[in-house]
């Protein structure tokens, strides 16, 4: 991968993260990628999709199955915070810089590497940005990617803008859920004693809070939200959290979830009403760490000197792997804060994750025909 083609993964990249894309608000970030493949001459069935996905396939010579590459284009962050990359020749710093603007302008850094060998591929191969893979999502932009190429693909590859040297091939299984308590509410002062919608969420937080979670079918719990109340000086007549379910072992995760019901069911009484309604969710599903495509992938980092680690993840791969198609989620390079405004890229382990992205598209043509 020449050094150029890198810089210039990495101006894109700067490029893409300065426009706003929370979940369900890609549509300005979904057009600047659609115009930057449109510059590709070779590119074929350039198309923004009913959900907002963008597509564009590189043909191939028609001897081998396709395959799709794919970059999530929403991050976590609001539609009005006010984005700025910071950059130095180690690091870029922005949020969504590594999650994932790197990963979209990394499709595009194939393609530019392809071009630069002139090198023709066996089959036909799908690029496609995402909508919809943080918060609420629930990954519906990779749902209409399955939905529109089933199993014909020889595989499915997702990539992100770190995680570089881990191959996930593994799907974590994740639940959400909005918990909402109703009350009648009133005046601070002259209805004190009146149940608070607040203060009966605050409880019910504290227990599920103190129940005891296995470390090992790791399991997690968080409340990621919470909103309700009027005034400082009103009882609160509703309030609602937004909880966060995840687990590496589906019974486990059930049980979970039934414990938290058993909560809810004990909190609802005269004059407090507890509601719980599933708000979103993640399929599991996996390959084998001795199939083909992950033994392909693991061998490519291998090649490059890195010991492969085998990862459990909730990514987009989620999906194809929930429906038994092969699958596994890549990063390019390493970095930090994800998820914050201090989030950052290294910009040196770049040209070995572009790379790795590359051999492993050749690897599956050659080996999974």
Not at 79 to 97: F, W, Y
């Amino acid at each position: 991968m020449k050094s150029k083609i890198v810089n210039r993964v990495l101006d894109l990249a700067v490029e893409i993260q300065k426009i706003p894309a929370p979940t369900f608000g890609e549509q300005h970030r979904a057009a600047f990628v659609l115009e930057q493949f449109k510059k590709l001459d070779s590119l074929k069935d350039l198309v923004i999709d009913d959900v907002g996905n963008v597509y564009a396939r590189l043909p191939g010579n028609n001897v081998a199955r396709p395959i799709v590459v794919s970059a999530h284009l929403d991050t976590v962050f609001p539609g009005d915070l006010e984005l700025a990359a910071t950059r130095s020749p180690s690091r870029i710093s922005g949020a969504g810089i590594g999650d994932n603007s790197l990963g979209v302008a990394g499709l595009q850094g194939l393609l530019w590497a392809l071009y630069e060998d002139n090198v023709s591929l066996p089959g036909d191969m799908w690029l496609v940005a995402t909508v919809g893979e943080e918060g609420l999502g629930d990954s519906q932009g990779m749902q209409a990617v399955v939905d529109r190429f089933g199993g014909r693909p020889l595989a499915y590859i997702v990539i992100e803008g770190m995680a570089y040297e881990r191959i996930f091939h593994r799907a974590l299984g994740v639940r959400r859920y909005r918990i909402t308590i109703k009350t009648k509410g009133g005046h601070s002062w002259v209805d004190f004693g009146e149940p608070s919608a607040i203060h009966e969420l605050a409880s019910l937080v504290t227990k599920m809070s103190a129940i005891q979670l296995p470390d090992s079918p790791r399991t997690t719990l968080n409340v990621g939200l919470i909103t309700g109340g009027t005034s400082v000086n009103t009882i609160a007549p509703t309030a609602y959290l937004d909880l966060d379910l995840r687990s590496t072992d589906l019974s486990q995760l059930n049980n979970l979830v039934e414990l938290i019901q058993q909560e809810i069911r004990e909190a609802n009484r005269k004059g407090v009403q507890v509601e719980m309604d599933l708000i979103g969710a993640r399929p599991m599903g996996e390959i084998p760490a001795d199939h083909k495509l992950v033994d392909l992938a693991s061998q490519v980092l291998i090649g490059q000197g890195v010991t492969p680690n085998l990862s459990i993840g909730s990514t987009d791969a989620n999906i194809p792997l929930s429906r038994g198609v092969p699958a596994i989620c890549i990063g390019l390079t390493h970095g930090g804060g994800a998820h914050t405004i201090n989030e950052y890229i290294l910009t040196r382990p770049l040209k070995a994750g572009l790379e790795q992205a590359l051999k492993i598209v050749f690897a599956i043509f050659d080996n999974m025909i």
